[in-house]
């Protein structure tokens, strides 16, 4: 079936944005930061008292990095000291759409408002991803974000309704529906964590059912660029798989892959974005790995001035073969600065293990970093998989290849323990890769 609507919409959604030189896009983000700044200022408490006795003049965005960074720690803490939403929530509750917390599992929630425009634009962002990943009006969406509270469900959800794509809202888990919704639309595309699709395919797999997807964008955690997962998932799916970032304070899905899969294009007229050093919080050149540090140019309701983010990239300006000027973090989001490993001298990140995990044929994708400290030391790395049940013979022999591959790899020798099929939890959000517990 010919799709018309292939035929005569653009290469791009929103070109004026995606294409302007960096020099345009440039003079955009002052103007826009320029703004925000200046409204912060008058308008929120929480912005004034933490910018007292600096200078506000912002002559280059490179004058930004002398203000100071601002943590996950200290919205939790403004906002239990003033609730609802702390005194960064600056737009008039009569602006107010949505309301979305951060997904943490641990603490007070930080919570986030959209604000009708906020919601609008987050739309608009989203509907660019969904369509450089190849959406077009009349395709069929297998939407497996989770709906409610948590931020990507809704925004894909608002961004398929914009780009005239035909949704089915499952949202994340409900296994079954997924396969029977599958079986009766035959979607294109599918929307979920990296996790949740493997889970998918592995499901797919035990029924002898066939993948009728085409695309995957695969958001919620990072992994999607490592390159076994993603030889995993396009294999086992039948897709091309891209990878997308969002986070719920800063907003959903507005970083994506091209067709490229050249690494994260940002949506930078609305977010300017930096990496910094994790201890110094300076700013690092282009093309050194550090931490994400984002400020909302647009937002309205929520917004927020250089948020650091806890997340390891590596960006670049240079112009990608799409022709998208927007700059890109390469590989994707690298792995979390609190999830680094140090063992015998040794540092690494779940990526790691992950991407050899992923290379062995015989073991699921599934795996877990058991780390037990003492003392303030790490005294033993375990690194806990699944060996199929095809491979159950030779277990012995799968243990110390795997064993050798991650010496290769990490530098350091952690133990190795294989379990049955199906073992370690299955999840639709985020898999927690690392599990940490004092000991001996
Ligand atoms: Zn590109």
Known sequence: MVNQAEVKMP????????????????????????????????????????????????????????????????????????????RYTVAPREAWQEYHPSSGTTGYPVGTVWSRQDTENIASVTARTLFGFGLRPGDVLLNGFSYGLWVAGMAVHYAATKLGLFVLPVGSGQIERHLELMARFRPKALTATPSFGLYLAEALQERGLQSSLRLGAFGGEAGTENPATRRRLEEALGIRAYDYYGLAEMGPTFAAECEMQAG?????????????DPISKEPLPEGQMGVLVLTHLTREATPLVRYFTGDLARITKEPCPCGRTHLRALGGILGRVDDLVVYRGAKFYPGQVEEVVRSF??????????????????????????????AQGQVEGLANALKQRLREALAVTPEVRLEAPGTLERTAFKAKRVVRRAGA
């Open 11 to 86: 290469a791009y959604f929103e070109p004026e944005v995606r294409i302007l030189s960096r020099h345009q896009l440039e003079e955009l983000q002052l103007r826009r930061l320029q703004a925000q700044v200046e409204r912060l200022y008058r308008e929120s408490p929480f912005f004034r008292e933490k910018w007292q006795g600096l200078s506000l003049d912002l002559k280059a965005l490179e004058d930004l990095a002398r203000f100071p960074v601002v943590t996950k720690d200290e919205l939790r803490e403004e906002q239990r000291l003033h609730p609802p939403l702390g």
């Open 361 to 390: 044929p015989e073991l699921s994708s599934e795996y877990r970093i058991e780390v037990v400290e003492e003392g303030g030391m790490v005294r033993r790395v375990t690194v806990v998989v699944e060996a199929r049940a095809e």
């Open 264 to 276: 994260l294009h940002f949506a930078e007229d609305h977010y300017l974005v930096e990496v910094v």
